[in-house]
């Protein structure tokens, strides 16, 4: 790391942002104070490497780690929280109706207000859904749509349908009734 640190740092950093992507929320902070506590034993006065080029990458290393745990947390939360709920949603369509190999349609809501969760209470929820249906219904891009629905978590691990939808910010699907 002596020639070209900014290089190594670099390389590094992008690294961190794609191995971030397939952890939970909970390891990213875990691996940041690590990244973290490792980064100030290459402060220590004493510390037998006396380039601060590597403090300075285990920092942001660290950083990087604990920037991409907090977006992760609360879409976790609230997965946690909704899957496998039915509600009442209000929201309006942001894309034209597509329609599967399967025959059913698709389409994406957005300003999603949730209701009946718990006790009737009202959520707004923040990220696209994405809605199926096994008939079209007489709505296009920017209408709204009011309707009683299922949520529920993409399946499959690693690169599949879920990490998938979490990188398109929908980390819940939803069918209508």
């Not at 980064?39 to 950083?63: I, N, T, Y």
């Not at 949603?89 to 994406?108: K, L």
Request: net charge negative; with cysteine; aromatic share 14%.
């Amino acid at each position: 790391m002596r020639q070209r640190p900014l290089a190594w740092i670099g390389g590094w950093t992008l690294f961190a942002l794609a191995a971030a992507v397939f952890c939970s929320a909970d390891l990213c902070r875990l691996v940041s104070l690590v990244l973290l506590a490792v980064g100030l034993l290459f402060c220590l006065p004493f510390s037998f490497l006396r380039e601060k080029s590597w403090a300075v990458l285990f920092f942001l290393l660290a950083a990087v780690f604990l920037y991409a745990s907090f977006p992760k947390g609360r879409m976790e939360e609230i997965c946690s929280r909704l899957d496998g709920q039915d509600v009442y949603v209000r929201a309006v369509v942001t894309e034209e109706p597509a329609q599967n190999r399967n025959g059913s349609f698709v389409y994406q809501l957005n300003s999603c207000i949730l209701y009946g969760v718990e006790d009737g209470e009202e959520i707004e929820y923040p990220y696209p859904l994405r809605m199926t249906t096994p008939l079209a219904l007489p709505i296009e891009d920017g209408d709204s749509f009011e309707g009683m629905i299922h949520l529920h978590q993409p399946e499959g691990e690693g690169y599949s349908a879920k990490s998938y939808y979490q990188s398109r910010n929908m980390p819940l699907l939803c069918w209508m009734y």
